[in-house]
């Protein structure tokens, strides 16, 4: 049933949380600035609590199934984090205050600075970064400094493999580069021949996602960061697919120069329904003085007695400032308290976890699905949502039917270079009996395409609201709900 | 813990897959690389966790062991139980971008009410789901004003009065664009609140002029000339604004803003040391197709049931890449829910005794401490909402140790960023601050002066 807007529940007269009067001796607004018309919605506490408690039950969310949605890494998110984040002694400090009071929120800071660092092999790290596509902004920016610091002002040029996340050319592009498209091999890695033809002295560098968005680790890695370096290029690595590699493989230490993680996937800091997320950024021994600010150090070392003081310092040719105070702090204190209780084995665990998961799936599909890249993935693997004889049903009318069986669709038409695909990463904190039920829906699915195709194309049919018209929004252009008088005035 | 395999499972999966043991799936990383020590210490049970996390947070002194009047771009406020009630159910916090709307109009409408009460706030027509936060909102507006105009107009003004790191943020975005131009924020610009001279550089190569309301130093500065002397030459205009404020003020859509931008923080968002917090972006109808980030719309379903849908993401970067005009993907979904939660449970009445309550409490302040021997307030001839400057006969950061020592966080050292207001002290006073604290304040300030 739907669920009337919050000015269809309005009522003339009716409050919510109200206040104080003011106890002090009143002064007036002047009335050239009095705001006239304030037509906010007036709903009782509870009223507004049920509102909210039902457009959540329309959701689906990890709390409620399974999300085997690919490059999104939709792992458990521990309400231990949720708890640690709320202390009243993070959560109450002004980001402001001098650093004598905040002490805590440096030292975790700067510890979390130096424990991502070394999970991917790097000298330092910033923790600023909104999300992972300011985080690839950051990236992007300091090669382009770097190169601008070099007097090396022909570098104008990003290749992007066509395996690589839909931010990178977008990203790129925003620094001024030109992203050139690097097309894969038939193995799925980066194609070297191509590689090699593209470098020259307009390089600029690479965004290399390893594991790439099929899933698989590139088998010429370490070639592709030579090629590069060679050809006087920095290579960006987008780890947003980390959570293959913990405690695996150190990017870094193959020569990645600088690389992003999304806490929000790889140290399982929460979704929120499309944020907020935080998008660290590691860089090499060579591009540690090109840090945003503020980056965290210590200011004083301290002694037996007494601990090292921590402060702000803005790196010596910093990319300057990319966003306002110091980054997602709640979120830093979510992925402090994972890795925390995770370290070395954990870490480890997650990754070796999340593979098997994936293969797992991937074994159990691949005969019912056609599998385009006939090797063993990492974290995620991509299959065809299309079969030759029902040449009708599509990848999307598969994800929707997903939905009857109470399961998130996999991400679908991405990567671009598999027709129809379903790209697939079940995380670590899946257990064996969830695949299976997931396997079994995927196979009762490609039954139903052949003798109910009716059904795909038709689905959802248990959802609250079935297949949108997304002409009708795209035409119509409704972005708001008005009180009842104030749309006719507009 | 987090992971739920037996050893039966593993063994069972193996099988399937075809391979011995779990490290055979990782052959293909380079031998030398694979499986590295990680420095990193013993893990910890989640009591231990609790415990560690606990004291680290022990080692902070909070704005609630001091009373603050820190404000510059982050305002302690009171939160309702509700909202944080709300925000922890997982149906919320554990979804993702919904762009399933099938499985997501829960996500969707809340964010489709806050496009319509942040419209309704600003005066303006339409609201993206949001950005990173304030400053990357006037960043994406500055983008946006600069597309507009397809590079051909290549100034942008930036009134002096702007948060600082807002200004910065700007200029790190723009920092790969040659052509663009921005200016008006020197120091022989300016702060005076007539604008003159920031309306002398307005000219037919500029294509935005932004100001902020109330403006950094706290001040209600009337915009019309400014707007209109935009306009007429062809500039748009943006505002950066306070959304506490627009409960009482004039919002900016009614005095003819083309892009309002500001900091949802102060919408029911905990200060958390400065994020996540949350950027909204509003626009006039003309330049809703230019706007950058998520947008919830609504249509019909197959049944013609009212539902809604991201819509128009042929504009965003998953679609357009390297067309697009932001890069933005993940935004601030859970903030925007918070604020919406927010503004609907203070409602129409609870929402403006907050502002109210700010600005009563903040005047009174005020008043307060001009009447303290050795401060004055520099700008008292202007209109203010809930921030204000002090100027004190003391060096500043001597003043602030000793407030500090005596339980009080005296405000922003505004030396640090204004040469020209060497001196000087901006004050926050929000519903948070007592009539008592504000007393105390004054107590302390007139011992600094006899001292």
């Not at chain 1, 979390?112 to 790290?125: K, R, S």
């Not at chain 1, 370290?343 to 997650?350: A, F, K, P, V, W």
Request: negative net charge; glycine residues 8%; proline residues 6%.
């Amino acid at each position: 049933m739907r669920e009337p807007t919050i000015f269809e529940l309005s009522s003339t007269g009716r409050t919510g949380v109200t206040f104080q009067e003011p106890d002090v001796p009143l002064t007036e607004l002047p009335q050239e600035f009095a705001r006239v018309n304030f037509p906010f919605p007036e709903i009782s506490e509870l009223g507004v609590v049920r509102h909210f408690t039902k457009l959540s039950q329309k959701n689906y969310a990890i709390d409620l199934g399974f999300y085997p949605l690919g490059s999104c890494t939709m792992k458990y998110n521990p309400k231990i984090n949720e708890s640690t984040a709320r202390y009243p002694g993070f959560a109450a400090t002004h980001p402001l205050q001098p650093e004598d009071t905040v002490q805590g929120n440096l030292y975790l800071m700067y510890t979390l600075q130096n424990w991502l660092a070394e999970i991917g092999g790097f000298a330092d790290a910033t923790l600023a970064p909104a999300a992972g596509a300011q985080g690839e902004l950051v990236g992007t920016m300091i090669i382009a400094k770097y190169h601008k610091d070099h007097g090396d002002l022909k570098r104008t040029r990003i290749l992007i493999p066509d395996s690589a996340h839909g931010t990178n050319p977008a990203s790129s592009a925003m620094l001024g580069f030109d992203p050139i498209q690097l097309p894969s091999d038939e193995r799925g890695n980066v194609d070297l021949k191509a590689l090699a033809e593209l470098c020259d002295d307009t390089l600029a560098g690479i965004m290399f996602t390893n594991p790439n968005t099929l899933g698989l680790f590139d088998e010429n890695t370490a070639e592709v960061i030579r090629i590069v370096h060679e050809a006087g290029g920095l290579v960006y690595g987008d780890g947003a697919n980390m959570n293959a590699l913990l405690g695996v493989f150190k990017p870094g230490d193959c020569g990645i120069d600088v690389m992003h993680y999304n806490l929000h996937k790889t140290f399982s800091t929460p979704h929120g329904g499309g944020g907020p997320g935080s998008g660290p950024v590691m860089v090499c021994e060579k591009l540690v003085d090109y840090l945003p600010d503020p980056h965290v150090v210590i200011t004083s070392p301290g002694d037996e007695e007494t601990p090292p003081t921590y402060g702000f310092a803005r790196p010596e040719k910093s990319i300057g400032r990319v966003k306002a105070f110091h980054g997602h702090f709640g979120m830093l204190v979510r992925a402090f308290t994972y890795i925390a209780m995770l370290g070395q084995e954990g870490l480890r665990d997650i990754a070796e976890k999340a593979v098997l998961n994936a293969n797992y799936l991937q074994a159990k599909l691949k005969g019912t699905f056609t599998l385009p890249y006939q090797r063993s993935c990492m974290h995620e693997f991509v299959l065809e949502g299309y079969w030759k004889d029902v040449p009708d049903v599509h990848a999307l009318d598969i994800a929707k039917r997903l939905m009857d069986y109470d399961f998130h669709p996999p991400t679908n038409y991405f990567p671009l270079i598999v027709h129809e695909a379903l790209m697939i990463e079940p995380t670590e904190t899946e257990s064996i009996e969830t695949l299976d039920r997931f396997v079994d829906a995927m196979l009762k699915i490609a039954e139903e395409a052949r003798t109910q195709p009716e059904l795909l194309k038709n689905a959802p049919h248990n959802t609250p609201v079935k297949r949108a018209d997304e002409l009708k929004a795209a035409k119509d252009l409704i972005f708001c709900c008005y009180p009842a008088g104030e749309w006719e005035k507009k | 813990m987090f992971t739920p395999h037996t050893h039966a499972d593993v063994e069972a999966m193996l099988k399937t897959i075809g391979v011995e043991k779990v490290e055979d799936l990782f052959k293909v990383v380079p031998e030398k690389n694979r499986f590295p020590d990680l420095n990193l210490p013993q893990p910890l049970s989640e009591m231990q966790a609790a415990t560690e996390l606990d004291s680290i947070a022990s080692a902070n002194a909070t704005t609630r062991d001091f009373i603050s009047f820190l404000g510059a771009g982050a305002y302690q406020h009171y939160i309702p139980a509700a909202v944080d009630n709300l925000l922890q159910r997982g149906e919320f916090y554990t979804a993702y971008t919904p762009y399933q709307p099938e499985i997501s109009q829960g996500t969707l409408q809340a964010i489709f009410e806050f496009q319509s009460l942040v419209s309704l706030l600003t005066g303006m027509d339409v609201s993206n789901a949001s950005h990173y936060d304030g400053a990357t909102a006037a960043a994406e507006a500055v983008i946006l004003a600069y597309n507009n105009f397809r590079g051909k107009r290549a100034k942008v003004l930036l009134s002096r009065a702007i948060n600082p790191q807002y200004r910065e943020v700007i200029r790190g975005y723009m920092q790969a664009n040659d052509a663009i131009r921005i200016v008006g924020d020197d120091p022989e610009t300016g702060i005076e609140p007539n604008l003159k001279n920031l309306i002398d550089q307005i000219d037919l190569e500029t294509c935005l002029v932004m100001v902020q309301y109330p403006d950094f130093f706290g001040r209600i500065i009337d915009y019309k000339p400014l707007i209109e002397a935009a306009h007429a030459q062809g500039a748009l205009v943006a505002v950066v604004a306070n959304p506490t404020a627009l409960a009482l003020l004039t919002p900016p859509g009614e005095i003819g803003a083309d892009i309002v931008v500001g900091e949802g923080q102060p919408l029911g968002i905990p200060l958390s040391y400065g994020g996540p917090y949350l950027g909204f972006f509003a626009v006039k109808n003309t330049l809703l197709r230019k706007i950058s980030g998520r947008l919830v719309g609504e249509t019909v379903d197959t049944q013609g049931e009212l539902a809604y849908v991201l819509t128009l993401t042929a504009r965003e970067q998953h679609i357009r890449r390297e067309k697009a005009s932001s890069n933005i993907c993940s935004n601030q979904g859970l903030m925007t829910l918070a604020a919406t939660i927010y503004m609907t449970l203070l409602g129409k009445t609870g929402f403006q005794q907050v502002a109210n309550l700010c600005y009563q409490n903040a005047h009174y302040t005020a008043k307060a401490v001009q009447e303290v021997p050795g401060f004055q307030l520099p700008f008292k001839s202007t209109p203010f909402f809930h921030e204000f400057v002090v100027l004190a006969d003391e060096n500043v950061p001597e003043l602030l140790a000793h407030l500090q020592d005596h339980g009080i966080l005296g405000g922003y050292d505004l030396g640090k960023d204004y040469p020209e207001l060497e001196g000087c002290l901006l004050m926050a006073v929000t519903e948070m601050i007592s009539r008592e604290d504000t007393d105390y304040l004054t107590d302390v300030l007139s011992e600094v002066e006899h001292a």
